[in-house]
């Protein structure tokens, strides 16, 4: 006869009271079922557990060892019980993330390091798309939820600002430039400029350029590209200069410089979005994280 947990139960109850009485008492049973499930608990081990007499109940040395094995093999239930209650009552599944690729100089990454911490159920997969197909992915479903610069959102949408930031000048380390500690946008009248095509984010685009045309400069767009962090690596190689939101400055590159403008006053934004019609319990918690996530950057 194996072993059941409720014998190991009545006998871990027992050998903390050392009494009978009081032993059914708090489990809830009269006395002879416990002297019964002792005595085949004793039999099964093939050894005495406890010694009684009339006047007092007491451990053997065996009994000892195995109180404390039995309650080192409880506790480790328990809490293998608790462990499955909590897995099974938290969301799980995939969670599809849409992000462009300067949102890892953002909140993104804390904010995806304290989901998988809180939430090890929900697998999370990261897709590169830039802001408007993002907009269009995440209104017909095909991502939970996405990190955009701010544009014209559907009204089926609903977002979070993660970021409301200055532009600064971004300039190759060796320009003629490079040392000063700020700019203005006459500075950059004549300079080669990098900026997103307008096909993939007109709504930039035209602010980038109304800053501009209201100094009275047309800037020289010498190239257009996809991506900030392309950006950033064209000025790199001494392909021109750009206006570039202040959290690319984390990039890490040494040879580029960031420099503050003193009359670009356009700030840039950029969001988390999702369609709040759609029920989904990991994307909700993720956008826990994310406020979580700003306020502990706003705390520093």
Not at 213 to 229: F, G
Request: aromatic fraction near 6%; charged fraction near 25%; hydrophobic fraction near 40%.
């Amino acid at each position: 006869m194996a072993l059941t947990f409720r014998q190991l139960r009545y006998f871990l109850i027992l050998s903390d009271e050392l009494h009978f009485g009081r032993a059914a008492q708090r489990l809830h049973i009269s006395q002879p079922p416990l002297s019964a499930s002792l005595r085949q608990l004793e039999e099964e081990l093939g050894t005495r557990l406890l010694d009684r007499n009339s006047k007092q109940v007491k451990l053997t040395p065996a009994g000892e060892i195995f109180q404390r094995q039995t309650r080192r093999l409880l506790e480790q239930l328990e809490d293998s019980r608790q462990l499955v209650k909590r897995a099974a009552s938290s969301p799980s599944g995939l969670l599809k993330v849409g992000f462009t690729p300067a949102m890892i100089f953002r909140c993104l990454p804390r904010a995806l390091h304290l989901l998988q911490e809180q939430q090890p159920g929900i697998d999370i997969k990261l897709i590169e798309k830039n802001s408007a197909i993002q907009v269009e992915a995440v209104s017909e479903g095909q991502l939970d939820i996405g990190f955009i610069h701010s544009m014209p959102l559907p009204e089926k949408l609903t977002s979070l600002m993660i970021a409301d930031e200055p532009f600064l000048c971004c300039l190759p380390m060796h320009h003629h430039m490079a040392r000063r500690t700020r700019l203005s946008l006459n500075d950059l009248r004549n300079e080669p400029m990098v900026m997103f095509g307008r096909d993939l984010a007109p709504h930039y685009y035209d602010r980038i350029l109304s800053l501009f045309r209201v100094a009275d400069i047309e800037p020289r767009i010498y190239h257009e590209v996809s991506h900030w962090l392309t950006i950033v690596a064209l000025v790199s190689r001494d392909m021109g200069v750009a206006l570039v939101p202040r959290s690319l400055a984390q990039t890490g590159l040494s040879s580029v410089v960031f420099i503050p403008l003193d009359d670009a006053r356009t700030q840039h934004q950029s969001h988390c979005i999702w369609a709040p019609d759609t029920e989904n319990p990991g994307r909700d918690l993720l956008i826990d994280c994310v406020r979580t996530s700003l306020q502990s950057e706003f705390a520093l």
